[in-house]
């Protein structure tokens, strides 16, 4: 297996992510590599003090190997080449089942959702028709790859949003149990 982390890795369709230099966003290259957009992500935490040295390289050494992230709860705005003011992306609600966990997006007047059907699966929704599942093989966050079988013919727009979706939302999501885990440690 590569060593490279899953968030790092093109999709089927050659897109890809890159976290800005003070990570607090990504933008979303097309295959020609080209920047189609922008996306805020939740920003990595910079400790000071006694042992700051050591907790900002464990942040850092996190982020590299699970990725970026999108702030939970709120919608956020995505800047687009061609722009669209309207356009947006959401987590979904923190906390709870898995199944709870719905991302939405909002792009060039299309509605995106992404539902997570399973532990290691999720359908991707435009407009309330299934375009595309995904399937994420391996445990860990990192490790092994996700595969996408589409239900119907893919534009561009269709290919950004479902970039934004395997990388910062991800099949697979924690769900309840895992969250009180997190939150006790």
Known sequence: ???????????????RVEAGEARTHVDVIDPSGRVR???ATEPVQNFTGW???RQNAVMSRAFETNGPSLPARE???????????QAFVSDGAAGGRRQEKTG???VYGRRYAFLHTGGQRA????????IASFVKHGFRPHDGHVS???HCVLDETDELVLTVFEKLLR???PGALSDALTDLS
Do not use: N, Q
Request: proline share 12%; net charge positive.
């Open 37 to 39: 957009a922008c996306v």
């Open 75 to 85: 919608p956020i705005r995505i800047t687009l080449h061609p722009p669209d003011e």
């Open 104 to 106: 939405r997006a909002l």
């Open 148 to 150: 996408r079988d589409d």
């Open 171 to 173: 099949p697979g999501r």
């Open 51 to 53: 042992f700051a040295k």
């Open 123 to 130: 359908d991707a929704m435009r407009d309330s028709i299934r």
């Open 1 to 15: 297996m590569t060593d490279i982390p899953l968030w790092r890795r093109p999709t089927r369709g050659g897109w």
